[in-house]
Each structure stands twice: as C-alpha cells, then as structure tokens.
C-alpha cells in the first residue's frame, strides 16, 4: 500500500468517527466491507446509529446514494426500476430504481415482503439487473448496507439464509460508552450529522483499493487454517447448518481487505480469527437443543469452535515475534504449519 493510499483510509476513518462516536470496531468492519466489495447487514436496537454509519460512509466519497426505507407494500420494481411505454419512440423505456446508486441504503430491510428482499438478490450476488431479458449493469463501486432491528418482530419479515449469505458481514454497533454519549448530547445540533461530512476521496479511488485488496497475499497454510475451521462448522453437533462454500471465500475475500486496510500486503491468521464471527454468525443456523428460549437472531448462539485450531512455526525456524505478528513479514523459508489442540 502506498503512503497516498494510507492515508485516505486513515482520513475515511476520521471522516466517520466525526459522527459515530466510540465505535471504531464498527467503523473498520464498514470500510472493510466497502473494499472487499461485499454487503453490510447492520443489526441492532434503534437509535444506536446504525443509519448514520451507512450515511456517513456514503458521504465519505464522491459517489451516488440512495436511501430507501422498507414498508410492507412495496414492490420489486419500487427497487430495480420499471419499463414505461413511450408514445412517441413507440418502444418501452427502462427507468432505473434507487438500486442504481454506488451506495444504497436498505433500511429495516425485514420489514418488507419477501418477494421484494428477493429482488436485491441478483443485485448484491452479481451487480446487475435483469428487467425484460436486458441485463443492466449497476454503478461500480456497488455496496449495499442493510439494517435491522433484531427485537421488534410484529409485522417484519425474517431475511431468508438465502438473503443472508449475500451479506459479507453482520454486526451490531451496541451501546456507546458514557463518555461518548456525552460527547454525542455537547455536539448534538438537531440537524443530521452524517451532513456535515465532506468527501475524502472519490469513486475511482475505492475501486482501486478494491483492486489492490484483490492482490493481498494469502499463504496456503492460512487456506487450511480458514478451511479447518469451516469444516467444524459442519461437523459440530451445536449447528444444524454449517458453513457453505461461498461462506469460505467471503472471510478470505474479508480477511484480504481487513490486512490491506491495516497497511499490509499479506494476510496473518488474525486476520481470519478476527473476522469469523462477524463473516459466519448469520451464515449458520444453531442446533435447537443449544437455542436459548429467548428470541435471538439466527447465529447469535454460536460463538465460534469451542477449541480453535493453533499455529505452530516448524522445529528450527524463527519464532514469531510481537512485530512478525502486528505487520512485518516472516522469514523466508519458515512456513506456517497447522495443527489442531
């Protein structure tokens, strides 16, 4: 990564911590999202501020965005467009929807029907939309962030695992801390915060960082790390449904990007610990017997594998230093070896 490059994403994450205070997790697993070209699924109690990340993100670059708020009557075509008949060319027109903004706002997604989620899919799997046997291609970059309110469930439809695993990542922001809702209440204008926030960076700009998060290095023995933890997923009596295969390229696709926003142009076995349960609590479904009786959204009682599997440096290699681990490369010739506790 270059220094320029650098410093745009240390100016982004400044950007947005202007408005959301205190919640600098939050703040990295967006940008996260955003250059490793994937969705975001913002799931918690309303009025924590899960709108204002989304716009505050949008707003962060010079880009297109729409916000369109879920109700129970809308349609499909309320979101990918309609084709209207011109009298005068004597032809049908498309006229593209809201989802034809770089950054698109889907609000209380689960309080619209599931034949209108299901419109989204072909939009967030492969960035286009079929109207009429015409593919049309959406504006690149192209990210949606979605929220929910995980509590209230009279009159909302639940995301279907369909739907879920188009999300490369689901979080939840929670409550700030009392120093920052203090410092929320002294700077709390009455006008939206996320407006007054000015660009950083333009469009072009993300996509070449999404380019660039492609070519993060990922070593073969971390493939068996990430791979010996999907299969116990599927193999633990606490899952009725295990990881599937695209679950697998979306923490390597995160992990790439949570290395590249951290300045590095290779990935540790961090970065995929980190990032499992955010990539694969929505992806699972837990067994009825370790269910709670309380409502809980799908995947919040999985808390990872019981033993995950640890990293030992081979016999006569270089041990792995503080530094080796926080960002300097390791030495040639001393792979990482994979072995379970």
């Not at 699924?41 to 670059?61: N, W, Y």
């Not at 410092?183 to 407006?195: M, V, Y």
């Not at 230093?321 to 001393?334: E, K, L, V």
């Amino acid at each position: 990564m270059t220094t320029a490059t650098a410093n745009q994403i240390a100016q982004l994450q400044r950007s947005i911590a202007t408005v959301i205070k205190g919640k600098d997790e939050a703040i990295q697993l967006a940008i996260i999202a955003l250059v490793a070209r994937g969705h975001l699924l913002i799931e918690d109690v309303p009025g924590v501020g899960k709108t204002t990340l989304a716009q505050a993100l949008a707003r962060s670059f010079n880009c297109s965005f729409q916000r369109i708020q879920f109700t129970s009557d809308m349609l499909p075509s309320d979101l990918i467009g309609i084709s209207i008949y011109n009298q005068v060319r004597q032809e049908f027109e498309f006229k593209p929807g809201p989802v034809f903004a770089n950054i698109v706002l889907a609000d209380e997604i689960n309080r619209t029907t599931p034949k209108t989620q299901s419109a989204l899919l072909e939009a967030m799997n492969e960035a286009q939309v079929t109207m009429d046997n015409h593919t049309h291609p959406l504006p690149v970059p192209f990210m949606v962030m979605a929220t929910q309110n995980p509590i209230e469930h009279h009159g909302t439809y639940p995301l279907p695992e369909s739907q879920l695993d188009r999300f490369l990542l689901r979080i939840r922001m929670g409550y700030p801390s009392r120093l920052s809702e203090k410092e929320i209440l002294r700077n709390h204008s009455g006008d939206s915060p996320a407006g007054t926030i000015q660009p950083v960076m333009e469009a072009r700009d993300v996509v070449a960082m999404q380019q660039a998060t492609q070519r993060v290095r990922v070593d073969e023995s971390l493939l068996d790390y990430a791979l010996e933890i999907v299969e116990r997923t599927r193999q633990t009596e606490q899952l009725s449904l295990g990881v599937s295969p695209r679950g697998s390229l979306m923490l390597q696709r995160a992990a790439q990007a949570r290395a590249f926003v951290e300045g590095r142009d290779f990935c540790l076995p961090d970065d995929f610990k980190q990032l499992i349960l955010p990539v694969f609590a929505h992806r699972v479904v837990v067994n009825t017997r370790y269910t709670s009786t309380q409502k809980r959204p799908v995947g919040c009682g999985w808390q990872g594998p019981r033993r995950w599997p640890r990293w030992d440096w081979p016999a006569g290699s270089p041990s792995p230093s503080f530094r080796c681990w926080r960002g300097a490369p390791r030495s040639a010739g001393s792979p990482i070896r994979l072995t379970t506790s």
